[in-house]
Nanobody
Framework: QVQLVESGGGLVQAGGSLRLSCAAP????????MGWYRQVPGKQRELVST???????NYADPVKGRFTISRDNAKNTVYLQMNSLKPEDTAVYYC??????????WGQGTQVTVSS
């Protein structure tokens, strides 16, 4: 079973920063666009940011200018640097690996809580 291992969530005050990490098996990582999604109870999971194998990035409008996604191909790890956090960023954040066949792998989720 493929595992994406996430870390870095936690509790932070509004205006603070957190960095999420997600490690993937090399057999998956090297071929996958990597991304972060988030979900709050009662709502659908939503896209936060993605990065392609070539390094092209995409961000949801609510996080543009505050979040930065990056990938370290030597460590098979994708990061999400989150700055200027807001209470509305509170959610469970999920790492995603999408193969060219559009098959998805998901992490177990990490809780991010931003207090006001």
């Amino acid at each position: 079973q493929v595992q994406l291992v996430e870390s870095g969530g936690g509790l932070v005050q509004a205006g603070g920063s957190l960095r999420l990490s997600c490690a993937a098996p090399v057999s998956i990582f090297r071929f996958s666009a990597m991304g972060w999604y988030r979900q709050v109870p009662g709502k659908q999971r939503e896209l936060v940011s993605t990065v392609t194998t070539g390094g092209s990035t995409n961000y949801a409008d609510p996080v543009k200018g505050r979040f930065t996604i990056s990938r370290d191909n030597a460590k098979n790890t994708v990061y999400l640097q989150m700055n200027s956090l807001k209470p509305e960023d509170t959610a469970v954040y999920y790492c995603n690996a999408r193969l060219p066949t559009t098959y998805d792998y998901w992490g177990q989720g990490t809780q991010v809580t931003v207090s006001s």
